[in-house]
């Protein structure tokens, strides 16, 4: 209609280095991602905003497309925001894509899957893993876990395919708030090769706090030979944290993309994974 106000809802897509920050998540006391939007936006526009993302990432984690909404009555456009954003934050944070929503997007609520991958380094190097991480070449030594090679590929992907599916992952997940569901829906588990290394990429229509870095260390199990894919389902049917692996470091760990059926759609599994 002719008379309708145009949305104040806004989209914005943001990458950011982890490493300084608390996790995603505004904390009392504690330097955040969010935080640092927040206080950009409350600068440009004059007042309070209220960041809320597609979901929390950990203290240390990394995102190449983390989404968030906020509202600006302003009506700046978004090309001119954007660029106001990227001149005032800090230079680990980056704003990839600002665009108008729908009234109704909500960042967490509107999600139909989220993509992690994690990084494993393969080090050939002998004892500990001490000495496997002293062998990190510099520029990997933030972004990558280093773990000794000859892990088993095709005994990873077959413990893979064990974890897909629609269950509960308590056992894979840190310490839960009460009645938060622990019943996801894991639509893909891929395990890559890279130069020097592994990728694993997780999608899922939502994680658990720990989820996908507990998923890469079984995984990792299952290369060394410690876990067969039949102990994978055994694992999860038990429902139990202390048989996990140990949660394997932050560092490692990306949020790659947030996918959002488009109106009308019903944001199948074979579309999302595309």
């Known amino acids: 209609m002719s008379g309708e106000r145009p949305s104040p809802r806004r989209r ?3 990458a950011y280095d982890g490493a300084a920050y608390s996790g995603w998540q505004v904390q009392p006391g504690r330097r955040t991602v969010q935080g640092e939007i927040e206080a950009v ?4 526009l004059g007042g309070p905003v209220r960041v809320t ?3 929390r990432t950990d203290a ?3 995102a190449l497309g983390q989404v968030a909404h906020f509202d600006d009555p302003r009506g700046v456009p978004p090309a001119r925001l ?4 990227n001149a005032l934050l800090p230079a680990d944070i980056r704003g990839r894509d600002l665009r108008v929503a729908a009234p109704d997007f909500h960042a967490l609520h509107s999600a139909h899957a989220k993509t992690y991958f994690y990084n494993l380094h393969l080090s050939e190097a002998s004892g500990g893993q001490r000495a496997v991480a002293a062998s990190l070449p510099p520029l990997r030594r933030a972004l990558f876990h280093p773990v000794p090679g000859g892990l088993d590929v095709a005994a990873m992907r077959r413990a893979a395919a064990a974890l897909t599916g629609t269950r509960d992952f308590t056992a894979l997940s840190k310490a ?3 009645g938060r569901g622990t019943v996801k829906s894991l ?3 891929r395990v890559l090769r890279i130069p020097r290394g592994l990728r694993v990429f997780a999608t899922a229509d939502g994680f ?5 870095r507990m998923l890469s260390g079984v995984l990792v199990e299952a290369g060394r030979g410690r876990l067969s894919a039949r102990d994978v389902q055994e694992l999860l049917a038990a429902g139990d944290r202390s048989r996990a692996p140990p949660l394997l470091p932050a560092h490692a760990l990306f949020l790659w993309k947030v996918r959002y059926a488009p109106r009308g759609e019903d944001g199948a599994a074979e579309q999302l994974l595309s």
């Not at 936006?41 to 440009?44: E, G, H, S, T």
């Not at 954007?82 to 954003?85: A, F, G, K, R, Y």
């Not at 658990?208 to 996908?212: A, D």
Request: glycine share 14%; net charge neutral.
């Open 208 to 212: 658990l706090y720990g989820m996908m």
């Open 82 to 85: 954007l660029q106001s954003l």
């Open 176 to 178: 839960m708030e009460p």
């Open 60 to 62: 240390g984690v990394h």
């Open 12 to 14: 914005l897509t943001v």
């Open 41 to 44: 936006l409350a600068r440009v």
């Open 53 to 55: 993302g597609s979901g």
């Open 187 to 189: 639509h893909a588990v």
